[in-house]
T-cell receptor
C-alpha cells in the first residue's frame, strides 16, 4: 500500500491567494483527519470525516478554511484567502474503523505551507 | 475537555543514556493512549499504544505503561541511540473517536 498521499509537499504563495491541499487516504480507511502543526500550537485537529461525511469541524480556525471529501479516496483542504499566519505544516491522516489496526492513525508526509 | 500534556523539550542525551518523556492526560471515560514519533521531514508514525489501565505498550526498546491512577503514560527507553533523535508525541483517543495530541518533545541524542 502506498500510504496516505498528500500534495503538494511544499507550497509557497502570497497573502490573499487561494490554497488547496490534497489528500488521498489509504484504500479502505473509513476516517480521514486534517491536522495543522506549528511551533506555537503543536498539532491541532482541524476537521475529520467518517465515510466521507464531516463529523467534527470545530477545529477549523475560521470561515477562510473549508474541507471536502467528495469520495472515499480524495479530500481537499482549502484556504481562501490565505494569510501569513496560516503558514504551517498540514497533515492528513486516515484509519480503519475495523480490524486489528483500527486504532492506528496513518499520517501522510505533510504539506509545508508558506504564505508570504 | 480532553487533552494531553507532555514535557517540553528539547531533551538532549548522550548515546546509551536512559530516556523518560513525561505525559499526562485528561479525558472522560476510558481513552486509548499512544506514542507517535516524527522523524525530520516525515509524518507521524505510531510507536506504541495501550488500550486499558495497566497495559504496557512496547516497541523498538521503548515502553510506556497506562497508569489510570495518575493519568499518565510516560515514555521510557533504557539506552537511546542517535537514530532515536526525533519528535515524540503523546496522544489519546477518546470514546468519541477523536484523537488529541500533546505538543511534542524533541529528542536529540549525541554520539
Amino acid at each position: 500500500d502506498a500510504g496516505v498521499i498528500q500534495s503538494p509537499r511544499h507550497e509557497v504563495t502570497e497573502m490573499g491567494q487561494e490554497v488547496t491541499l490534497r489528500c488521498k487516504p489509504i484504500s479502505g480507511h473509513d476516517y480521514l483527519f486534517w491536522y495543522r502543526q506549528t511551533m506555537m500550537r503543536g498539532l491541532e485537529l482541524l476537521i475529520y470525516f467518517n465515510n466521507n461525511v464531516p463529523i467534527d469541524d470545530s477545529g477549523m480556525p475560521e470561515d477562510r478554511f473549508s474541507a471536502k471529501m467528495p469520495n472515499a479516496s480524495f479530500s481537499t483542504l482549502k484556504i481562501q484567502p490565505s494569510e501569513p499566519r496560516d503558514s504551517a505544516v498540514y497533515f492528513c491522516a486516515s484509519r480503519r474503523d475495523r480490524g486489528l489496526t483500527n486504532e492506528k492513525l496513518f499520517f501522510g508526509s505533510g504539506t509545508q505551507l508558506s504564505v508570504l | 475537555g480532553d487533552s494531553v500534556t507532555q514535557m517540553e523539550g528539547p531533551v538532549t542525551l548522550s548515546e546509551e543514556a536512559f530516556l523518560t518523556i513525561n505525559c499526562t492526560y485528561t479525558a472522560t471515560g476510558y481513552p486509548s493512549l499512544f506514542w507517535y514519533v516524527q522523524y525530520p521531514g516525515e509524518g507521524l508514525q505510531l510507536l506504541l499504544k495501550a488500550t486499558k489501565a495497566d497495559d504496557k505498550g512496547s516497541n523498538k526498546g521503548f515502553e510506556a505503561t497506562y497508569r489510570k491512577e495518575t493519568t499518565s503514560f510516560h515514555l521510557e527507553k533504557g539506552s537511546v541511540q542517535v537514530s532515536d533523535s526525533a519528535v515524540y508525541f503523546c496522544a489519546l483517543r477518546n470514546n468519541f473517536n477523536k484523537f488529541y495530541f500533546g505538543s511534542g518533545t524533541k529528542l536529540n541524542v549525541k554520539p
